[in-house]
């Protein structure tokens, strides 16, 4: 693998999933390149596939057909405990929901990644890791004890505390108020050119989606159009 491959290549992405009333195409055909230090926004209408362009690039969906390669890795070569240990290593993923462990605190949440990596420094990685992003005071804090702003925070440290070169983030802003937002999203631009990590993110907001140095729009399943901003 050199270090000028893309992070990310897909080649012919289908996913078909089932439904009560049948087969349903969700992506169709889908070839997209991602260069290395690129940030990059997937935009659409809601229902277009977005979402599950992500999850197949992260490997938690398994596409139909086509094949997902990050870092030069064919993902369907691997099988799940392996593609779990790959993930691990390459993907920090950030959800719209934030997607904590409610029965952990901030920093355990954290320091899951590498505590399943078998680090055995983790707590203390963890907790240098919220103080980075403004929260070196909630180390002992449930999610249920910590503001939307603060919880998307600790999702974002957790995703980025084992130094991967790909971050994903789907709907980042989306159930954070407007200045919440924008607050997160200049963290996560941040933490990610800081961190060297390329950044690939799913929004309905053109106005993040501009902060990207590429915008792919995604409509019916389809690639429609791929533009430099």
Not at 14 to 40: D, F, Y
Not at 122 to 149: D, Q, W
């Amino acid at each position: 693998m050199s270090s000028t491959d893309p992070i990310v290549r897909l080649d012919d992405i289908r996913l078909n999933l089932t439904s009560a009333a049948g087969p349903v195409s969700i992506l169709k055909g889908i070839s997209l390149t991602v260069e290395r230090g690129a940030h990059v926004a997937v935009v659409g209408p809601s229902g277009s596939g977005k979402s599950s362009l992500l999850a197949v690039t992260a490997g938690l969906e398994r596409p139909t057909s086509g094949t997902v390669s990050i870092a030069g890795q064919p993902l369907g070569n691997f099988d799940e405990d392996a593609l779990a240990r790959f993930r691990g290593r390459h993907l920090g993923i950030v959800f719209q929901s934030f997607h904590l462990v409610p029965t952990m605190t901030a920093q355990e949440n954290v320091a899951l990644p590498l505590e399943l990596a078998h680090e055995t420094d983790a707590l203390a990685r963890a907790a240098t890791a919220l103080g980075e992003v403004g929260l070196g005071e909630r180390l002992g804090h449930l999610p249920t004890e910590l503001s939307g702003g603060e919880q998307q925070r600790v999702a974002l440290a957790r995703a980025l505390i084992a130094g991967p070169p790909l971050l994903l983030a789907d709907e980042p802003t989306g159930n954070l108020d407007g200045s919440t937002g924008d607050s997160i999203v200049e963290l996560m631009f941040d933490a990610a050119e800081k961190a060297g990590a390329t950044l690939v993110l799913v929004t309905h907001n053109t106005q993040l989606a501009g902060l990207c140095s590429r915008t792919v729009v995604i409509e019916d399943g389809h690639l429609r159009e791929s533009a430099a901003l």
